[in-house]
């Protein structure tokens, strides 16, 4: 396992998921590329609670978790 995913895995893990995070590491948490996620912003898509301060976009843990969560299916 990589020391991205070892990191990763101990942020979600962890019950600190108020952590915010860049788009490339939020990208990461949820399975998608970076692209997508941008693309996601821009067109409303999905829509994913993020923070734009200045040029910088941010994401909370917790917000991805979230989001990842309400889209399982369950048969």
Same mark, same amino acid.
């Given at each position: 396992? =990589?020391? @991205?995913?070892? @990191?990763? &895995?101990?942020?979600?893990?962890? $019950?600190?998921? *108020?952590?915010?995070? +860049?788009? *490339?590491? !939020? !990208?990461?948490? #949820? $399975?998608?590329?970076?692209? @997508?996620? !941008? &693309?996601? /912003? ?5 829509? #994913?609670?993020?923070?734009? #301060? $200045? &040029?910088?976009? /941010?994401?909370? #843990?917790? +917000?991805?978790? !979230?989001?990842?969560? =309400?889209? /399982?299916? &369950?048969?």
């Amino acid at each position: 396992m =990589s020391e @991205t995913n070892l @990191t990763l &895995s101990k942020i979600i893990k962890s $019950g600190e998921n *108020t952590e915010e995070v +860049d788009p *490339t590491m !939020a !990208a990461q948490i #949820i $399975g998608v590329k970076v692209n @997508t996620l !941008a &693309s996601w /912003r821009c067109t409303k898509k999905e829509i #994913i609670p993020f923070y734009k #301060i $200045g &040029s910088k976009v /941010r994401y909370k #843990i917790s +917000d991805l978790i !979230a989001w990842k969560e =309400s889209k /399982r299916v &369950s048969q």
